[in-house]
DNA sequence: TTCGAGATCCCCCGATCGGGGAATCCCACA
DNA sequence: TGTGGGATTCCCCGATCGGGGGATCTCGAA
């Protein structure tokens, strides 16, 4: 039995909510809270699996009540439910825990697929949502082109090295004491990797290193 | 009637599929296909809205296939199947423009759901994909910690247009050619930079200009 | 009206950077 | 057993950077 918390300040929402989900056999509704704040000690209380949380609400917004609840002892999962397909709230909703993002006017076997998806620890998007989510994805950074990545293939390995900490904002100086070689030898270096990777200076060096993703590893 | 289109190496899969989709009433396979090269031809043959694509086939493999498919002149909305859940393909076959990801042991039902709601325009990714892909958005960079935004926020405008100079690798005499002002007023800005954002030189405050995203617009 | 913040320019000076060599050493490959 | 590429060190020298001032001018807020 998946134990359910709903969390919205529309009674008939609530209501609603609750007859779709009771009339499941695997699903129960163990709690209700009408805005953030009465949400989390509901949550201590019943302890649900799962919370589908509003993500407009007086008072508390969703999104904060989300983090709270996820830094309970026992967190539930978080479901986030949305009137509109609002851009806006998508990715900080994920970077705040949640493991699902429902339009409210989906159809009621969606909202339980989603439960049970999210209860065995997968994550479900209303399909709008995806399209933004995977647009996003597809839309960032091309990462490296053919071109820079051949560039940056052509270096050595003693050149990444340097590459990597030039990527971090060290003086030439830093680097040697760093790597244990001279400034003079860190000077070469930084030479030789500025013409591979046709780069008029350091921070167009060190521009390629962050996208590469060089510099945190 | 959404045309749907079929690319798996595996005769058993097509058929399977050919079955489940032809039972329903709103869809129709017409065309199949064993490898990415003919999937390119019956594609230009058969105009289908949506193409459902093995990952791994023999020859063209099925990334290289969407992208293909997707270069078409009226191109279809492409699914990517898969048997396992792997971790590696998802990123890049987003990258490749799929519009959905879905595992070979999803229930029919879902299948179809994924049919259509790629053929209005949406997105769907199986669950268990989901939470990979929400996973990774969620760890992504922290952006900018409180502090760093602090120190951006204390800059002047005309220092945020330096900045994003700046971070593009320019040398202050380029910047102030590219905002009709003397070098020596550059300078005077960068130092100005340097010290607010705490910035040791100039790599380091591309770097933050980078992370803010300032680089770009 | 005064005052301060921002934008612009200027100077000096030491530190750092970047280009162009040149010289070892080592190791793998022919 | 050469031969060459990579790693390492050093040199010189001009260009650029960065710090620390000081000087206008404008505009808006006190």
Redesign the interface.
Known sequence: MIKVMIVDDNDIVRRGLHTIIDAADDLRVVADAGDGRSAIEAARRARPDIALVDIRMPGMDGLTATRELLALDQPPHVIILTTFNTDEYV?EA??S???GFLLKDSPPDELLRALR??HS?????D??V??Q??DA??DQAPRLTAQEKAQLDSLTAREVDVLRL????L?NADIGAELFMTEGTVKGYVSAILAKLA??????A??LA?RAGL?NS
Do not use: C, E, F, K
């Not at 030039?166 to 904002?169: A, F």
């Open positions: 990715d994920i970077r825990g949640a493991a998806a999210v620890g997968h994550a479900m998007l399909p709008a995806t399209r989510v995977i994805i597809a030039v990527g971090r904002g003086s780069a008029d200076n350091r921070v167009q060190a521009r962050y510099d």
